[in-house]
């Protein structure tokens, strides 16, 4: 008997069953494409405009004046033009958060990977992520009309904006981002792995520390860039909790402004279009992207380092 020919053996049939799908294929392709090189093209865009105006900018002040005056004071008649002020408020106040945030976010992340039952995880988690929901104008009250006030009965002489009050509502307001990156992290490491350490006799805490949390330090490096870029970035607790005064002070109980929080004064329209005063807002925009920028490259580069190790 003669076996009947194989129709998925046959390399005609293959080959048009390709040809058929490639027009689709090859529309898809372009539009993940697009997609991905949408957002290069928009950071592009957006450096590019920066770049433009700061450079408009820097045409009347010198770029020495800008990094090393202690003053900040472009909206006043005797105007100095010096970032530094801005620059300690904005790192202050960011030290704050993460003092809080970090500690807070992979403990919590370590216990609901580890410890936690699945229900518990499954409800507490949630939960957590819905403070990233909240507005940060709600977090900005909060942190004047509230903690401040507390804060005050440990230092009657707190005045009614500092930056760290605002420090650490934005560090509790980052906790959710690298709890949920962090536990996602620590979740991911292979069940073979934590088998293979109670193997070998080490109890559960000694399992979680040593070796689930080198295995997940790349995971938790990007959880730990992620808040600081979004401490730094941090607009509305600092514009409504810190003032708006920009004073050069590294002390967290004194009152400053940051840089996002003046980019808000500016913006309200005060200021002409086209004036020196104006053109600020950009300068300072360039500084805070080149400060969040090498944030990023520093984690990136201790992110490798560390997974090369482990």
């Not at 590019?48 to 450079?55: D, K, R």
């Not at 819905?130 to 942190?143: D, E, N």
């Not at 004064?265 to 086209?274: A, E, I, K, N, T």
């Amino acid at each position: 008997m003669h076996e009947a020919p194989s129709i998925e053996a046959d390399p005609r049939i293959v080959r048009r069953s390709v040809s058929l799908s490639r027009p689709g294929e090859r529309v898809i392709e372009f539009l993940l494409l697009a997609a991905a090189l949408s957002s290069v093209g928009i950071t592009l865009g957006i450096v590019g405009i920066l770049l433009y105006e700061s450079a408009v900018f820097f045409r009347s002040v010198s770029l020495f004046d800008f990094l090393t005056d202690t003053q900040w004071t472009p909206l006043f008649a005797d105007a100095h033009y010096g970032i530094l002020p801005l620059l300690a408020g904005t790192c202050t106040t960011t030290a704050v958060a993460l003092a809080v945030a970090l500690p807070t976010g992979t403990l919590t992340a370590l216990y609901l990977s580890e410890y936690a039952a699945r229900g518990v995880r499954e409800t507490v988690k949630p939960f957590l992520e819905l403070l990233t929901s909240v507005p940060t104008v709600i977090f900005g009250y909060f942190a004047l009309l509230v903690v401040t006030p507390f804060l005050q009965r440990l230092w009657p002489d707190l005045p009614g904006f500092n930056m760290l009050s605002a420090g650490l509502v934005i560090g509790v307001m980052i906790v959710p981002y690298i709890t949920s990156v962090a536990e996602d992290a620590l979740h991911a490491v292979p069940v073979h792995i934590r088998e293979g350490s109670f193997a070998l006799g080490a109890t559960r805490m000694q399992t979680a520390l040593r070796v689930v949390l080198p295995s997940a330090v790349s995971g938790i490096g990007a959880a730990y860039v992620l808040a600081v870029s979004r401490a730094i970035g941090e607009t509305m607790v600092v514009a409504i909790a810190a003032g708006m005064q920009p004073t050069l002070t590294w002390n967290p109980l004194e009152p400053a402004a940051t840089v996002t929080a003046y980019i808000v004064q500016v913006s309200l329209g005060d200021l002409p279009h086209g004036s020196v005063g104006y053109q600020t807002i950009f300068a300072a925009g360039l500084t805070l992207f080149l400060l969040t920028f090498l944030f990023n490259v520093g984690g990136y580069l201790l992110r490798t380092r560390f997974h090369r190790k482990y």
